[in-house]
């Protein structure tokens, strides 16, 4: 899995770019905010989410892990795909999305392109209780650890193991960034 990317945008075409690192250039398709959001230059870190399809890998990108999030748990309502999901995202924020959740404002949710009657209730049903109020879904710290463990060239097991033995020293109070320093004492190359 692709989780993060930090590198240069080299070309803009709503909704992709072309996302060069080191020499590797991406096509990442981006909800518009993000899209909108992106600096005009320098350097610039994507959380990324892989799609894996029997014709194509398509990689989505986002400026921030609780837009990842969100992408995500979209993905997790049925009949709801990357564009319908990127749809959302680029016709609203997190906090109007988390809103419209919570009040159940099928309106609201119709009123983006591409979002049906049945595709906003069914998205209401199946988000209900999976949204905190404050409308953040940011990963667990388990999952920014791992995240970042991957980010720096370990595989998934290795970074699994690292994580579950840091976890145990940590304990339950510990914070992410405390969870990723004691995970990568353990690591050894």
Request: proline share 4%; glycine share 10%.
């Amino acid at each position: 899995m692709i989780g993060r990317l930090r590198g240069i945008v080299i070309e803009r075409s709503p909704p992709q770019v072309l996302f060069e690192v080191q020499g590797v250039a991406y096509e990442v398709d981006l909800p518009l905010s993000t899209f909108a959001d992106l600096p005009v230059s320098g350097e610039v870190v994507l959380y990324t989410h892989l799609v894996v399809r029997e014709d194509a890998h398509l990689l989505y990108g986002f400026l921030t892990a609780e837009r990842r999030a969100w992408f995500r748990l979209l993905l997790k309502v049925n009949g709801v795909g990357p564009r319908v999901a990127l749809a959302l995202l680029s016709g609203l924020s997190d906090a109007e999305l988390a809103a419209c959740v919570h009040e159940g404002s099928v309106a609201r949710l119709t009123r983006v392109p591409g979002i049906g009657r049945k595709t906003a209730e069914r998205l209401l049903v199946e988000l209900s209780g999976k949204v905190p109020a404050t409308g953040r879904t940011a990963p667990s710290r388990r999952d920014e650890a791992m995240s970042a463990l991957q980010a720096l060239g370990y595989n998934e097991r290795e970074a699994q193991a690292a994580v579950e033995r840091a976890e145990k020293a940590v304990g339950a109070a510990g914070t992410g960034e405390a969870l990723i320093r004691e995970a990568l004492k353990g690591m050894v190359r």
